[in-house]
């Protein structure tokens, strides 16, 4: 039976250093996935995720077992990203700047070029590389949001809680983000088939 | 212009035109499901935990070595004091070398003699002799030197864990994090 995340924090605060070993395996894909969606670099992201562990584990008497372990992690992991892009580059941090284009750096580098093989793999790889690029279109806010909601499953308040913003904040910027993305997959060429339900679009 | 109508793509987008926000939802979880999650490099958690165990702060900011050798060293400080306040008094009495007490003695006695020597004074005067012979004395005396070292030992450790516990944090992160 897996040990609970509660279970292993109490094991790591009593000097087990396997538990201390567990949860980084545990956690370690989900931070990075939303420290790299915040910088955009590989390497970066990875250094920042080892930094958000050190932070987590010297802090780790504060940890409430009532909340989510992956909750208070993003928590810190956000907080790691943000202060790192403030030193680096003030203006990437704000959600509400006019300027749309977002820095050339900050876009990841994961996405592989999409193929046009039949199979299951090649079309989640064609959908991954799509969504890829299209979510290197938006802020680095926006794209943690949406990672944080439609890949980790955070609800309204728990990513309200990570990004330090009031619960009615985050499902704006969740709307706009959604926006946004609907749009850059239409500007790579995605679109409603003609008279669609509700739909206002149309083919060129 | 692509637009499969069974495409998850153009589900989600045909969702969203249509304020769907349910199955909007629904589709666009599905459409991050493909996303790969970005690996760490190779025994990423074995470097994770051997930074925390070089760098965790401790009740004593030790060293990895230093805090191996602390028992040893305690053991040593304990076995040398017990030495030289149960045996060496002795021993050295016995080898006709002048014990700490009888130094104590004579610098005591040297005190109390330039008291005497001062000019008349009130009787605060002698009080002050008499505080300084007795303090001398109780000082002096193996059992509370090494109280005094042992208290002295015990406050220094016990505010550097009130420090590093009870600080206030500075910054904003560690701020947003308790």
Redesign the interface.
Known sequence: MATSDAELVARALEGSQEAYRLLVRRFERPVMSVVLRLVGEPALAEDLTQETFLKAFRHLRRYDPRRKLASWLFKIAHNTAIDHLRRRRPELVSLERGDDDPPPDSRPQLAAPATQAPDLAAIRGELAAEIEASLAELRPGYREILVLRFQEGLSYQEIADVMELPMGTVKVHLHRARKQLAAALEARGWALPDGAAGSTKHAP | ???R?EH???R???A????DDEH??RA??A???????????AA??????A???E???GWLPLTAEQRRALPWVAATAVLAVLAVTLRLPALAAGAGVLSPGALLAALTTFFVTIAELLPEVALLGRLLVELQRASLLLIGSPPVLLTVALASFATACGYRWLRHHLAPSRT???A???
Do not use: K, N, T
């Not at chain 2, 969203?16 to 304020?19: S, T």
């Not at chain 2, 459409?31 to 490099?41: D, K, T, V, Y």
């Not at chain 2, 990423?44 to 935990?49: G, L, N, S």
């Open positions: 212009m692509r637009h109508d998850p793509i153009v989600w987008l045909a969203e035109a249509r304020a909007a939802e666009l979880a459409l991050f499901a493909c996303l790969p999650r970005p690996r760490p490099a990423f958690a074995d470097r994770v935990v930074r925390w165990l760098a965790r702060p904003r992160y560690e947003q994090i308790s």
